[in-house]
């Protein structure tokens, strides 16, 4: 399957490559990242199930996937693919991320202090397109994703 190349879009168009496979395979695609690090171009795609990841699973999504990046040929230069786990305190970006944290403590960065706080620690109460509600000391506050810098799960040592 050759798939149009997307300069802007490469984590996507790699995401629409792969998300069959990961789905076949069991996993939960929980990201895709293609970033700059050093000299050094990184495919970085992040895998997930109920049971947690293991290397195993690492190296069985990267056996599977290599051939069919390989194919579509969505990146012209060279680049490392890394295969992981989102680990156990994890960035929530997508609507499926903040659905399956949901109740779970998280630590939400803003960009700006709201209630003269860059940083809110709370329960993940509730989550759409354009907001992130957590229930921080009884109270639920409403942010508005557009001043969020970041949403992390907490976990507690």
């Keep these: 399957m050759k798939v149009e190349k997307q300069k802007k879009n490469i984590a996507g168009t790699v995401r629409a490559l792969i998300q069959p496979v990961a789905d076949g395979l069991g996993y939960m695609l929980w990201d895709v990242e293609y970033v700059k690090e050093g000299a050094d171009m990184i495919l970085r795609i992040t895998i997930d199930k109920d049971e947690g990841?293991?290397?195993?699973?690492c190296e069985k999504m990267s056996r599977a996937i290599d051939p069919i990046i390989d194919e579509a040929d969505p990146i012209e230069v060279s680049y490392k693919m890394e295969v992981s786990s989102p680990g156990i305190e994890r960035?929530?970006?997508r609507p499926e991320h903040f659905e399956k944290c949901m109740g779970e403590k998280v630590e939400v960065k803003l960009y700006a202090p709201v209630g003269g706080k860059k940083q809110i620690v709370g329960i993940l109460s509730g989550a759409d397109e354009k907001t992130v509600t957590v229930n921080a000391d009884g109270e639920d506050?409403?942010?508005e994703k557009s001043a969020v810098a970041k949403v992390c799960t907490v976990f507690e040592w």
């Design 53 to 57: 990841i293991d290397i195993e699973d």
């Design 91 to 93: 960035i929530l970006t």
């Design 141 to 143: 506050i409403v942010l």
